[in-house]
């Protein structure tokens, strides 16, 4: 087996993720980031059961959990009437039917926890400000070069730069995210600032026509994440531009008092496009293998992105015991590819649901509450109960 280090381009949750894999799985690890400093920015996260059993593989659910909040209930709520839907639990039986329990954090709170995992480990050497420029991939040897600083060699890269990576062109050609037809809009207020009306312990979904919205507590209940999603047509802006709070409100023209009284609460938000990825034709290339968003970004409806991310780095850390880069990279590849498909799909399938009208929301909200909480947990199961063996 090479003694060299792998090289991870990306020092995200993927990154950061598949640095403590790979050094589980008994490598030495070199991580490049272009920020220069490991980003303490993004929102909230949800963090299901089977990303809870990720991060425990991955060591890093220590650092994670004291930084997590634990909601009572997850509320579905009619946006028009505010009617309540349907109510899930995620007490005591929840966690025992998954086997780990469901919370809420912010992006940093994960990040930091992942990056405190990592910061015990030698065999990890952290850079930051490397903005990954290309990749020289083949015979067993990797090489990255950047903007600033010598190139770095080693015996495999692991993409995991983001959404628009720079290094899936090694892989499968140029392959843009796809805009699916939405506009996203996220806000942090204190938690102070949120209208009693709110029932700020719990995470809510709020189906409207032509958009929804989601929020919960996080950062030890200090704020309140905000996501609001909207129909909107090609051209829409973003990635991360500010957004005045008229525009999100003009999106739920008719929004019940309370979710109106919610929307008007931030003075500003972030605009995303809401994107994802198509399927790709495949996921590595010689030594060069792609993770987390880079390889199946996801419309954030099913709160699976970040925790896909976590999955495939607890995955890695079996795959690559004992295993030389591109051997483990196919096999890889086969364990995960059908399953972060189908969290695009669905994903994709929900943001329509969720943003039903006339006759079509209707029925939707009638299948919601005769179906009761059992239905929505087995709908979810198949995602829920995964485990990194
Ligand atoms: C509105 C919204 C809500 C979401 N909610 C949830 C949720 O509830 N639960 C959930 O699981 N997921 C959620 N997600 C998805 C989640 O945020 C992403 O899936 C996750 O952050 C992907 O992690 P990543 O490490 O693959 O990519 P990123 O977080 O994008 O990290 C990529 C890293 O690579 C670095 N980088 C990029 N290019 C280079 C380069 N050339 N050289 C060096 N470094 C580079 C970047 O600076 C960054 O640090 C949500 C997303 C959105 C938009």
């Not at 880079?294 to 099913?302: I, R, S, V």
């Amino acid at each position: 087996m090479s003694t060299l280090p792998y090289l991870v381009a990306g020092g995200g949750i993927a990154g950061l993720g598949a640095a403590l894999g790979l050094c589980a799985a008994g490598h030495g690890v070199r991580l490049f980031e272009q920020a220069e400093n490991f980003e303490e920015v993004g929102a909230g996260l949800q963090m299901s059961p089977n990303g809870v059993r990720a991060l425990k593989a991955l060591g890093a659910w220590e650092a994670v959990e004291p930084h997590c909040v634990i909601p009572s209930e997850i509320h579905v709520r009619d946006g028009v009437s505010g009617a309540l839907l349907q109510r899930i639990r995620l007490g005591k039986s929840f966690e025992q039917q998954f086997g780990a329990p469901y919370r809420v954090c912010h992006r940093s709170d994960l990040l930091s926890g992942l990056l405190a995992t990592a910061l015990r480990h030698p065999a990890i050497e952290l850079n930051t400000g490397r903005k990954v420029l290309g990749a020289t991939t083949g015979h067993g040897k990797a090489m990255l070069e950047f903007a600033t600083g010598a190139p770095a060699t080693g015996q495999a890269i692991v993409a995991a730069d983001g959404i628009r990576s720079i290094l899936r062109r090694k892989v499968c050609g140029t392959v843009e995210p796809v805009f699916r037809g939405h506009a996203i809009f996220r806000a942090l207020v204190p938690l102070k600032a949120v209208p009693p009306e709110i029932e700020a312990d719990c995470v809510t979904l709020w189906l409207c026509p032509r958009g929804h919205v989601v929020h919960y507590p996080v950062s030890n209940w200090r704020n309140f994440n905000i996501v609001a999603a909207i129909d909107a047509g090609p051209g829409t802006p973003g990635w991360g531009e500010m957004a005045a709070s008229r525009e999100v409100l003009l999106g739920f023209p008719c929004a019940s008092d309370d979710l109106a009284a919610l929307l008007g609460t931030p003075a500003s938000w972030l605009r995303w496009q809401g994107a994802d990825l198509p399927e790709l034709p495949r996921w590595s290339k010689d030594n060069l293998m792609l993770i987390g968003d880079a390889a199946h970004a996801t419309l954030p409806y099913l709160a699976q992105g970040a925790v896909m991310a976590l999955e495939d780095a607890a995955t890695l850390a079996h795959m690559a015991k004992g295993a030389a880069g591109a051997s483990s990279f196919e096999r890889f590849a086969g364990v995960r590819r059908q399953r972060t498909s189908r969290i695009q799909a669905e994903s994709r399938k929900l943001g329509q649901i969720y943003h039903a009208t006339g006759l079509t929301a209707l029925a939707r909200n009638a299948a919601l509450k005769l179906g009761g909480s059992g239905l929505m947990m087995k709908k979810v199961a198949w995602i829920y109960e995964w485990t990194p063996d």
